[in-house]
């Protein structure tokens, strides 16, 4: 069984910066991809950036150039920091993590930014 325990979110003003993140914990053997996904309300939910265990990412056409996703292996945890924060970047983001057998998720962090 493998936990997630997400942190970091929170209210920030338009062009702020917050960072998130996703500490994984349990029974784990090896952790393939991480990633950050957001669902605000009404809409479904997408990804937002993802990390392979070489490091190589992939952004969101929306987030490209003001989101940086990092991973520490060593910690199983993984990162998410973001900067000039618009209002349409307000939800819930959660974050995924995929094993050899299992895709797991976190709680998900309200992010609110306002205008």
């Known amino acids: 069984q493998v936990q997630l325990v997400e942190s970091g979110g929170g209210l920030v003003q338009a062009g702020g910066s917050l960072r998130v993140s996703c500490a994984a914990s349990?029974?784990?053997?090896?952790?393939?991809?991480m990633g950050w996904y957001r669902q605000a309300p009404g809409k479904q939910r997408e990804l937002v950036a993802r990390?392979?265990?070489?490091?190589?990412?992939n952004y969101a056409d929306s987030v490209k150039g003001r989101f940086t996703i990092s991973r520490d292996n060593a910690k199983n945890t993984v990162y998410l920091q973001m900067n000039s924060l618009k209002p349409e970047d307000t939800a819930v983001y959660y974050c995924?993590?995929?094993?050899?057998?299992?895709?797991?998720w976190g709680q998900g962090t309200q992010v609110t930014v306002s205008s």
């Open positions: 349990g029974r784990i053997f090896r952790i393939n991809n």
């Open positions: 990390i392979t265990s070489a490091g190589s990412t």
């Open positions: 995924n993590v995929e094993t050899l057998s299992f895709v797991y």
